[in-house]
Nanobody, 119 residues
Framework: VQLVESGGGLVQAGGSLRLSCATS????????IGWFRQAPGKGREALSC????????RYGDSVKGRFTISSDNVKNTVYLQMNDLKPEDTAVYYC?????????????WGQGTQVTVSS
């Protein structure tokens, strides 16, 4: 099982980034994929989750209306489109997979991608 995040980088406040989570080694449409982040000195924050089988999505309050989760079920990849980025969005972003629907505990995690938002 492998999850690989990409798409992070440095962006100015108000800008956008799209993160990708490429997955392999499991039956994609049997899982839910979540996005999380962890800023220095803070705990891991759940941002969004997508149940692949039925397309149901969830968003955390801090990103609702700014971030959008989606998937390409042919490429077994989940995306996180991040708009109107703020300096407080600076963190390492992770994707994770859980069998079934969006609920803890997540079984598999990626290595993370850094997002830095400058003011």
């Amino acid at each position: 099982v492998q999850l690989v995040e990409s798409g992070g980088g440095l962006v100015q406040a108000g800008g956008s980034l799209r993160l990708s989570c490429a997955t392999s080694g499991f039956t994609f449409d049997h899982y839910a994929i979540g996005w999380f982040r962890q800023a220095p000195g803070k705990g891991r924050e759940a941002l969004s989750c997508l149940t692949i089988s039925d397309g149901q999505t969830r968003y955390g309050d801090s990103v609702k209306g700014r971030f959008t989760i989606s998937s390409d079920n042919v490429k077994n990849t989940v995306y996180l489109q991040m708009n109107d980025l703020k300096p407080e969005d600076t963190a390492v972003y992770y994707c994770a997979a859980v069998w079934g629907s969006c609920m803890w505990p997540y079984d598999h995690w990626g290595q993370g991608t850094q997002v830095t938002v400058s003011s």
